[in-house]
């Protein structure tokens, strides 16, 4: 009978204690599902890694909710939490997609606008091409990124833009150069003329 009470009382205290873990077990795996709604809120909608983080993360509350069902109102309300932050990362991310896109779209603008500038300008002064040139090659590459489905096409009109305006100042300068011969060679025919009149009046 000692040994009966003894026994008794040790079989009492590890149930108790079983007990007690047991109760603090939900508690416990409802603070680890906050934790991972916490984790998901907390994640950059920009970073590029965010969509395979929060899949990991929609993994590990699936494993545990089979793992360890929670009493359903406990679990309908932490579900709804972590459900409400994996929409809120969405709908961020679709919200600065759209922002991109427009930005994007506005760089495209003002590139096109830089392009048609350049073309306008075929018929201007050298010097005010020359200064077109160095200020636009200056604001391109001030320009944002551009919708890529676009970005071949924009790049190819600003090379071809460029181009035919540093051809057309290489043909001013050969003109120009072209001109100046035309005129050195005429003061030289003008030289020789005076040189052969003063030398026909000598021999007379």
């Not at 994640?43 to 793992?67: F, G, Y």
């Amino acid at each position: 009978r000692k040994d009966q009470k003894r026994l008794d009382g040790e079989f009492d205290q590890a149930m108790q204690l079983l007990k007690a873990q047991l109760a603090a077990q939900p508690q416990a795996e409802a603070a680890i599902r906050e934790r991972l709604s916490a984790q998901t809120l907390a994640l950059n909608p920009a970073d590029r890694n965010a969509l395979d983080t929060v899949r990991t993360l929609q993994e590990q509350w699936q494993q545990r909710a089979k793992a360890l069902p929670l009493e359903r109102k406990v679990e309908q309300a932490l579900w709804q939490q972590f459900r409400a932050a994996c929409d809120a990362l969405f709908a961020n991310r679709k919200e600065q997609a759209a922002t991109a896109d427009a930005g994007r779209k506005q760089h495209l603008q003002e590139k096109q606008n830089l392009c048609a500038a350049l073309e306008a300008a075929v018929k201007e002064p050298s010097a005010v091409i020359v200064k077109l040139l160095r200020d636009t090659k200056e604001a391109w590459g001030k320009v944002g990124p551009v919708p890529r489905a676009a970005e071949n096409q924009i790049d190819a009109r600003y090379h071809a833009a460029t181009s035919a305006l540093q051809q057309q100042l290489e043909a001013s300068k050969r003109a120009a150069a072209d001109a100046e011969l035309d005129a050195l060679l005429g003061k030289i025919r003008l030289c020789q003329t005076v040189e052969s009149v003063l030398s026909e009046t000598q021999q007379d």
